[in-house]
């Protein structure tokens, strides 16, 4: 709308243009057709038409790629229903040996295994990522119980500030972990 605003006022000035024009003038120039039929006459329209050409191109790509990602998305929602629901309300015993795979006990797969497990299918997490969680989690474990409490608390030094202030950050992105590790 604003590029058929700036074309028609211009164009009034060296003899009109009908909005039409206007509107034509804009989108083929927004879509960087431009076959050069209608131009903007003075100094000042053409270096309004610059200043709107470089935002609008820069919108209208954006909407090209948010119609063309459409169908991407609906794929993808597909894939995702297909696996949550490939198991349905019951496990056979192929399917649970499937999910038991790389798991703590043979034949048995936790409510946590699960999640990771349907996670790492549904492409949210990887096993590496996993796998680094785990050492972590196993560095922390001190008492080597698989669980983290009070007893892991008490065979380590108090955090410092650095480690305190990162408790209260939602989620930390990897500039700042890489920050943080350089103070330590």
Not at 25 to 30: D, H, I, M
Not at 43 to 52: E, N, R
Not at 109 to 114: I, L, N, S, V, W
Not at 124 to 137: G, S, T, V
């Amino acid at each position: 709308m604003v590029g058929i605003a700036i074309v028609k006022v211009d164009g009034s000035t060296s003899g009109g243009i009908s909005w039409i024009k206007s509107f034509y003038f804009a989108v083929v120039s927004v879509t960087t057709v431009g076959y050069g039929d209608v131009t903007v006459a003075t100094d000042v329209g053409k270096a309004v038409m610059m200043v709107y050409l470089l935002i609008a191109t820069v919108l209208f790509a954006r909407i090209i790629l948010n119609i063309a990602s459409i169908p991407l998305k609906r794929r993808e929602r597909r894939l995702e229903e297909m696996i949550l629901s490939q198991f349905g309300r019951a496990l056979d015993k192929r399917e649970l040996e499937v999910l038991c795979e790389g798991g703590q006990t043979d034949g048995q797969c936790t409510k946590a295994e699960f999640i990771l497990r349907m996670l790492v299918w549904l492409g949210r997490a990887n096993p590496r990522d996993i796998e680094l969680c785990a050492k972590q989690f196993d560095l922390l474990d001190k008492t080597h119980d698989g669980v983290l409490s009070v007893e892991d608390v008490k065979y380590q030094s108090p955090p410092s500030d650095d480690k305190l202030a990162a408790l209260h950050l939602p989620l930390r992105n990897q500039s700042d972990l890489s920050t943080s590790k350089g103070k330590q």
